[in-house]
């Protein structure tokens, strides 16, 4: 035996190895059995890892051939040492693009970091080839002896890479959050220590085990997705991770949502039985499903359709089995089902689709999602560019919105002099929106302030116009929403519009509804007093809708109360009512509100509402909305 190759064994314990090994397994069973953040990067990770076990195994399977020199092939011994090297430098150039992907740098910008490892990769592995080859480097020669003076590959390339991710690191600091960076920098001095210590021992047992340093610190920055352990559910992150991975895989997917609002907000607590009632339905019906926790209150299961072909009728028995235990918890819920579809984006736009879904149903409704439902929800989704856009771009003369008119009929003059101005859009992808559709979205996403000055602008150019041109306009009235009067530049926005238009302000007349809360109510008393004064009329609209309080109607200066239409089909149908709304229309006349019918459809419509009081008729037996300029054909030109 060669007295060389005992006194490397000396040197050489497989302890670190085998360790290196087991850690190996062990990350393997983790990340298999886990939910652990399967975003692009975790594809290096893997490999990182796969690599690494190679390094060891082929170190220990070298240091076993050297004790045995002379027996086994050489070719065993060289290629050994070869998959260690090959390895142990895979693994440091994997980690530069690991950390390529996670700094999220562009392509133009990664790219040097690629080529650079890849020069040193092959660099470092051509010299100890060389090296072997012209037996100046590692080599064994005829009487099994084994040279490797001088040798000095490894050390250089190993710190070449280490200097490497430093230097990337530090010019790419910013892409990372403090602690990822504390964490790589921990994890780098600790192994050039280890490398230290092992040198002035002459050891060659924990090169390897260096290299686990970094996946710990990896998988507990980057991978890690803490269980919620109460209920087994994971964090929004790791849904929208794992739908990218899906789309990228052609992975098909069914989700099943459910909200409740009593948990909502942070650090609300499910009760006991819940949690068990959560992890009970996630694993009793549907094969390896995850609960993903978006929100307080709002979870989304997720069942590979390939695991579980039966989806949809298991979906049916989970249901079943919900309806049945539901009476013990009465707690509200909202659930909807729904499956992939190819025009979503990302893990966030199907967080954006079910809560959309979320908000158009009422409590303790179930709905299957269908292409209908993810077609209203881009439709939707279309019009909130559309109108954000139209609050970006900040223009008046806007052509996207439209005021269309509906002329209204004076029972005293028995002439058409005023109107009420009505919202449409008219959109490329969708033409003509209806205000039923989009006032709703535009006071949800907060851009109906802008809608209404462009319309009072609008109305008042054209009100500007039409005295110009010798009509006789008494007012048009713009409906104003309870979100215009929150903003704190109101009075003077639309003073200024009216202004600049140069037309009398009392051409001009605001609609409002009521409002039940009582800070409203405060406010649009406030604002009406403020503009009483310069000439604006106030019309109550919408009277007898919903919640009608006459005692505080009278605390606040209108000029005209709108009388629903429903009131008016009322009056129609049955006499008691059509007494009640005769003597409110009265009441409200008498203390000097004029009275307006809303949708006279026909003259038994009109010749009630005359006899109920009227002042002024407005609806679809006179005209129905008609575009702004249209309105020459209703008022009567004087000049
Ligand atoms: P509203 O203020 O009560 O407007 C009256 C609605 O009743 C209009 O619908 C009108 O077309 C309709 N209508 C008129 N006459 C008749 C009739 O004889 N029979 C029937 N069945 N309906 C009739 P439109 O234009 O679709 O507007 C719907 C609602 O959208 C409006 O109800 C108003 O609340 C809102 N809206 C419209 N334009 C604006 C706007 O510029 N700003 C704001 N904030 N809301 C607006
Ligand atoms: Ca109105
Ligand atoms: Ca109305």
Redesign the pocket.
């Known amino acids: 035996m060669n007295t060389e190759a005992i006194q490397y064994y000396e040197n050489y314990t497989p302890v670190a190895d085998v360790m290196v090994i087991a850690t190996c397994i062990v990350f393997a069973v983790l990340i298999y059995n886990a939910y652990i953040n399967k975003t692009k990067t975790f594809l290096y990770l893997k490999f990182i890892i796969g690599t690494l076990a190679v390094a060891s195994v082929s170190n220990m399977l070298y240091h076993i051939a050297m004790n045995y020199i002379g027996s086994v092939p050489n070719f065993f011994i060289y290629f050994t040492r070869a998959m260690y090297f090959i390895g142990l430098f895979t693994d440091l150039w994997l980690y530069v693009l690991y950390a390529k992907e996670v700094m999220g740098l562009d392509k133009k910008s990664g790219r040097p970091y690629f080529y650079i490892a890849a020069a040193g990769w092959f660099t470092i592995l051509f010299f100890e080839t060389v090296g072997t080859a012209l037996h100046i480097g590692f080599y064994i020669d005829k009487d099994y002896v084994v040279h490797r003076e001088p040798n000095y590959v490894f050390s250089v390339g190993y710190a070449f890479f280490i200097i490497l991710i430093l230097v990337m690191v530090f010019l790419n600091r910013k892409h990372f959050i403090k602690q990822v960076i504390i964490s790589i920098g921990e994890t780098v001095s600790v192994s050039i220590l280890i490398m230290f210590i092992q040198q002035l021992h002459n050891q060659f047992s924990f090169t390897t085990a260096t290299f686990l340093l970094p996946i710990y610190g990896l998988l507990y920055h980057i991978h890690s997705n803490p269980y919620d352990i109460e209920t087994g559910t994971v964090s929004e992150q790791a849904f929208i991770d794992l739908v990218d991975v899906a789309k990228s895989k052609h992975q098909e997917y069914y989700f099943l949502s459910m909200y409740m609002q009593d948990f909502e907000g942070k650090g609300r607590k499910y009760p006991r039985d819940i949690q068990r009632a959560v992890r009970y339905f996630s694993t009793r019906f549907f094969k390896a499903a995850t609960i993903f926790q978006i929100s307080g209150g709002h979870m989304i299961m997720v069942a590979d359709i390939k695991l579980n072909p039966g989806y949809k009728e298991q979906s049916q028995w989970m249901l079943d089995e919900f309806l049945k235990v539901y009476p013990k918890y009465r707690i509200d819920y909202k659930i909807v089902f729904f499956g992939m579809d190819d025009r979503i984006a990302d893990g966030n736009d199907y967080i954006s689709f079910v809560r959309y879904i979320h908000d158009a149903i009422p409590q303790n409704t179930i709905v299957k999602a269908q292409k209908r439902e993810f077609d209203e929800y881009f439709r939707n989704k279309y019009i909130v560019g559309e109108l954000q856009d139209i609050v970006e771009k900040n223009d008046y003369e806007d052509s996207r919105v439209l ?2 008119c ?1 002329p209204v009929y004076s029972i005293k003059t028995g002439k058409f002099d005023t109107a ?5 859009l008219v959109l490329p992808e969708t033409g003509m929106v ?3 559709v989009f ?1 709703p979205i535009a ?1 949800r996403k907060h851009c ?1 302030s802008m ?2 000055k462009i ?1 009072l602008y609008k109305t008042c150019k054209e009100i500007k116009k039409l005295l110009d041109e010798g009509y006789n306009v008494k007012r048009i009235s ?4 309870v979100y ?1 009067m929150r903003e704190d530049s109101f009075c003077e926005t639309i003073e200024s519009i009216i202004g600049k238009a140069d037309i009398p302000f009392e051409k001009v007349a605001i ?1 409002l ?1 009521e409002s039940q809360n009582e800070q409203d109510f405060e406010l649009i008393k406030t604002r009406i007093n403020e503009l009483k004064g310069s000439g604006i009329k106030f019309y109550l ?2 009277f007898g809708t919903g919640y009608s309080n006459f005692e505080r109607i009278m605390e606040l200066p209108f000029d005209i109360v ?1 009388f ?2 429903s009131l008016v089909i009322a009056s129609g149908n049955d006499e008691r009512y059509r007494t009640m709304v005769s003597n409110l229309a009265r009441m409200f006349r008498d203390v000097h509100y004029s009275v307006l019918y ?4 026909n003259d038994d419509d009109e010749r009630r509402c005359i006899d109920m009081s009227a002042r002024y008729l ?4 006179y005209s ?2 008609i575009p702004i300029e249209k309105l020459t054909d209703y008022f009567e030109k004087i000049g």
């Open positions: 005021v269309y509906q009420e101005a009505l919202m449409r209806y205000p039923d006032i006071e109906i809608l209404t319309i713009v409906n104003f929403s215009d609609e509804t609209d919408d709108k629903d239409r809303e949708g006279i459809e407005q609806g679809y037996k129905r909305p």
